[in-house]
């Protein structure tokens, strides 16, 4: 005679836990990147960091201002809309008369097989880094 298993459950909760575990997942990733940043952004100045190299750091304002926004499908990494860190786009994408620094792709190049391992899964389409 067979058996007949059943199991019931609700999508909803099923979503909701899938969508909580990706939130922890994405400010675990928020805050390693918050630290790696900060991390690579703190050598003293001087002497002034060479183009392709991470920016010195000369008043540790930019190094402060690095913060994470986590959300369930994305964690935004970058500088903090409240600080006076105006100088941080031109460090990353350079201007006509200084070569780009660029801090945060180059942080996030680093750590990106570090990054699908946390979330559990393969980055696909890859990573943007937005500037305002």
């Given at each position: ?54 920016p010195h750091m000369r008043t540790g304002d930019l190094r402060d201002a690095i913060s994470y926004e986590a959300h369930a499908d994305a964690v935004r990494i970058g500088v903090a809309t409240a600080a006076d860190c105006s100088y941080a786009k031109w460090l ?41």
């Open positions: 005679m067979p058996i007949k298993v059943t199991y019931k459950f609700s999508i909803k909760e099923v979503t909701n836990a899938v969508t909580g575990a990706m939130a922890n997942r994405m400010k675990a990733v928020g805050q390693h990147m918050e630290k790696q940043v900060k991390a690579n952004i703190s050598t003293a100045f001087p002497p002034a960091s060479e183009p392709g190299q991470y990353e994408i350079g201007t006509s008369k200084m070569a780009p620094r660029p801090f945060l792709r180059m942080s996030l190049d680093t750590e990106v097989q570090r990054i699908a391992k946390m979330i559990g899964a393969p980055i696909k389409g890859g990573v943007a880094v937005n500037l305002p």
